[in-house]
């Protein structure tokens, strides 16, 4: 038996294999759904033009944490190890778009 299996502990993918395995697989998902967000943002046009610079500023911020994320696994920075990294940035992540929805329904609410 491998020592991974014998501990219990399964190994991270690195290379290629990122972007098959289940978690990573959502990297993908976030390309494309953050992609298809800066289009309709920059093509939209709004009264008040701090909301759309904050949702830009959010998906921009959250495309680039992606892609960051993305290629350390691709390269195996990781080291086989779990990382708070990725926690981090999903709770960063979800406070810039929870931000945007109160302000949003907030402005919503006022007119």
């Not at 350390?72 to 992540?93: C, Q």
């Not at 778009?97 to 907030?106: G, N, P, R």
Request: aromatic share 18%; glycine share 6%; net charge neutral.
């Amino acid at each position: 038996m491998a020592p991974s299996a014998a501990s219990g502990v399964s190994s991270l993918p690195s290379g290629f294999a990122v972007f098959i395995t289940f978690p990573d697989l959502l990297f993908t998902f976030e390309f494309v759904f953050g992609g298809l967000v800066w289009i309709l943002v920059s093509s939209s046009h709004v009264p008040i033009p701090l909301v759309q610079g904050w949702v830009m500023f959010a998906s921009v911020f959250c495309f680039v944490a992606t892609t960051v994320l993305a290629f350390l696994y691709v390269i195996g920075a990781h080291g086989n190890r779990n990382s708070w990294i990725t926690l981090v940035f999903s709770y960063v992540a979800t406070l810039l778009y929870v931000v945007h929805a109160v302000f949003s329904l907030i402005r919503w609410k006022s007119s």
